[in-house]
């Protein structure tokens, strides 16, 4: 199976919005959950979608698939523990260590993309055009739609740790990269 290896923007000049500050043009990620999942390493061992958001249930003798699609915390008997033997708490602790440094990581991302976008911003308060800007503005796109495809995934990490972390680590870099650019196409006084 082929390494999943992030979200890229289009180089045909598509975008689905202009950001209103900097003038980037952005993309929105939809819907990111089945490409993440397909590097996780659920998906490497053969667990689908609904063997953990759909797990089996009884009604009465017959076992059936839950019909109620939800996070599989609420259930970790039938979603978890049928193939991990680690009790409730244990599992609960591992989910949560995995979200909470995805979100840690997720708000350094964001720092690094609002310090791009003030550097953006100060260059043009002192005179520097969209062209000199071009790779400043190209970078944060790239770091923005990486920073979107985590943010927008659901599960806060937990599908695909590694490869969270991977994306967030680029788009931390991309956004400092743009900041760089930004602050070395600044018109000197």
Not at 51 to 72: E, F, I, L, N, T
Not at 116 to 134: E, F, R
Not at 162 to 172: D, G, T, V
Request: with cysteine.
């Amino acid at each position: 199976m082929p390494q999943f290896t992030g979200p890229e923007p289009p180089r045909n000049g598509f975008k689905d919005w202009t950001h209103k500050e900097t003038g980037a043009a952005m993309i929105k990620i939809q819907h990111p959950e089945f490409e993440m999942y397909s590097s996780s390493i659920h998906a490497r061992s053969g667990v689908a979608c609904a063997d953990c958001h759909m797990p089996y249930v009884r009604d009465g003798a017959v076992k059936v698939s839950d019909h109620w699609v939800r996070s599989p915390l609420t259930n970790i008997n039938q979603a978890c523990q049928t193939c991990h033997k680690q009790d409730e708490q244990e599992l609960k602790g591992r989910v949560t260590l995995i979200q909470n440094r995805t979100a840690e990581l997720t708000r350094q991302t964001e720092t690094a993309l609002l310090a791009a976008m003030d550097a953006i911003n100060a260059a043009k308060a002192a005179g520097a055009s969209d062209d000199q800007l071009k790779d400043a503005l190209q970078l944060i796109r790239r770091g923005q739609i990486r920073w979107d495809f985590v943010f927008s995934e659901n599960s806060t990490g937990f599908h695909s740790p590694q490869e969270s972390a991977r994306i967030l680590a680029n788009a931390i870099d991309f956004a400092r990269q743009a900041q760089l650019a930004a602050v070395q196409a600044t018109p000197k006084k």
